[in-house]
């Protein structure tokens, strides 16, 4: 048999007036350490217990303690774990005995109180708890955590609590009338769900033992979303080029806002604004759910060179937000429109022997296109004795002169064909007779 109670073992005896003898020990104590030298504390003789029988009755379901009958001591057979003994955590917890001597009877009663060591290391009963916290929360609300459970008892038992290095978070430890603490999770740093939708804390139960024991729990933080975003278009204005006569049906652009809020927050509906005419949405479309913008009416250059559309995105949230762009389309011409020929003044009857260099007719020709598109020329078909001169300060105004002396016995009269001609690809014309 060891004897450990020199290096393990502090015992204390002191009288009673009851009779009872007590000892303190350390819980855990190794098999084979012993208690105390009974025999000798009680004043019995060891060589007359030898012939007696000698026999312990301990209060409990497990044995825990045996005698020794030549050495008189007490010893431990099994483990005593005080958490397992005395549950409830009292202050001060007992093993009661009694040692029994036959031949004469005789009884003794034995306590054995029974010293917490720290052999229990704090431990949250959820080592994940997840709060949701809304990204409006504002700082100094506070959030309730589960507190951690210690077994053991006295400075042994969980002592404070700590929280991982965060900017956003603290926490307060409360104390009740029996003097377990609670935790309470401080917001101390606005949240921003767009900037960080997740926090992920630590939280430390630590005992007042030497060595400290710690348990921790892992606190997950899901910031809630709050309408907070409006929408946003990747650019203020769109500037879109198209040719006239574009089909019905073709799409022009499909628009995008993106909105950093989540769920019906950032789901988005595009429409036009005040701002936007009448006409110029009797000749574009726009899809509320996807913001293309399609081709509805018919484009004429000639009718109107530029559209102006004022568009607004708006969220679903319960506070609509919005946001704002502007498409701007340029129409390009294209050669459609032939030039015209207006034949101002005419002299349909001439004498033969008019002068050369007389006036027959004036003539205007336009074009409504532009550019090459709308740049005419006027030509006279025939090999007559008639000539076009265009006006100086009027290139589009021209004189038909005779270039010719006339003779109506040779050509009584003649059928002159003016022709106008556009310089568009392919180019256009028209005559006059």
Not at 4 to 15: E, L, N, R, Y
Not at 78 to 103: G, M, N, T, V
Not at 117 to 141: K, M, Y
Not at 331 to 353: F, G, H, L, R
């Amino acid at each position: 048999m060891e004897f450990w109670a020199a290096v393990f073992v502090w015992t204390a005896v002191w009288p009673s007036a009851l009779s009872v003898t007590r000892y303190s020990i350390a819980e855990e104590m190794e098999r084979g350490s012993v208690v105390a030298n009974l025999a000798a504390d009680l004043g019995l003789e060891l060589g007359g217990l030898a012939q007696r029988e000698v026999k312990l009755d301990i209060f409990t379901n497990k044995k825990y303690l045996d005698f020794n009958k030549k050495t008189g001591e007490l010893y431990i057979v099994e483990k005593i774990d005080r958490e397992y003994l005395c549950p409830a955590k009292p202050a001060s917890c007992f093993l009661k005995l009694d040692f029994i001597i036959e031949s004469p009877l005789r009884i003794f009663n034995i306590e054995l109180g029974i010293t917490d060591i720290n052999d229990n290391a704090p431990h949250f009963r959820r080592d994940r708890v997840e709060l949701d916290i809304s990204e409006s929360a504002t700082p100094g609300e506070r959030f309730s955590l589960p507190n951690a459970v210690d077994p053991d008892v006295g400075v042994n038992t969980i002592k404070t609590y700590k929280l991982s290095p965060s900017e956003h978070f603290t926490i307060e430890i409360q104390t009740g009338s029996d003097g377990t603490q609670y935790v309470d999770l401080v917001l101390t740093k606005s949240l921003d769900r767009e900037e960080r939708a997740v926090h992920n804390l630590i939280l430390t139960a630590e005992d007042g033992g030497v060595p400290v024991r710690s348990g921790t729990a892992n606190i997950i933080v899901r910031v809630q979303d709050t309408n907070d975003n409006p929408p946003r278009f990747e650019k203020p204005v769109y500037t879109i080029n198209m040719t006239e006569n574009i089909p019905i049906g073709t799409s022009v652009m499909r628009l995008n806002a993106t909105d950093l809020d989540e769920g019906s927050n950032s789901e988005i509906l595009y429409s036009f604004t005040l701002y936007t005419s009448e006409k110029t949405q009797d000749v574009f479309a726009l899809n509320p759910d996807t913001g293309e913008v399609t081709v509805k009416g018919t484009i004429d250059y000639e009718d109107m060179r530029f559209y102006e559309m004022y568009i607004e995105a708006r969220d679903k949230g319960a506070h609509p937000l919005l946001g704002q762009c502007k498409v701007v389309v340029h129409v390009t011409d294209m050669n459609d429109n032939y030039p015209e020929i207006t034949v101002q003044s005419v002299k349909n009857t001439v004498a033969e022997n008019i002068p050369v260099g007389s006036i027959i007719a004036l003539v205007g020709i336009s074009d409504r296109d532009t550019g090459d598109n709308g740049n005419v020329e006027l030509s006279v078909k025939e090999n007559i004795p008639f000539i076009l001169n265009k006006s100086s300060d009027k290139p589009t105004h021209y004189k038909l002169i005779v270039s010719e002396p006339l003779d109506r016995e040779k050509v009584p009269e003649y059928l002159i064909t003016l022709v106008v001609t556009d310089a568009g690809t392919p180019p256009l014309s028209d005559n006059e007779t």
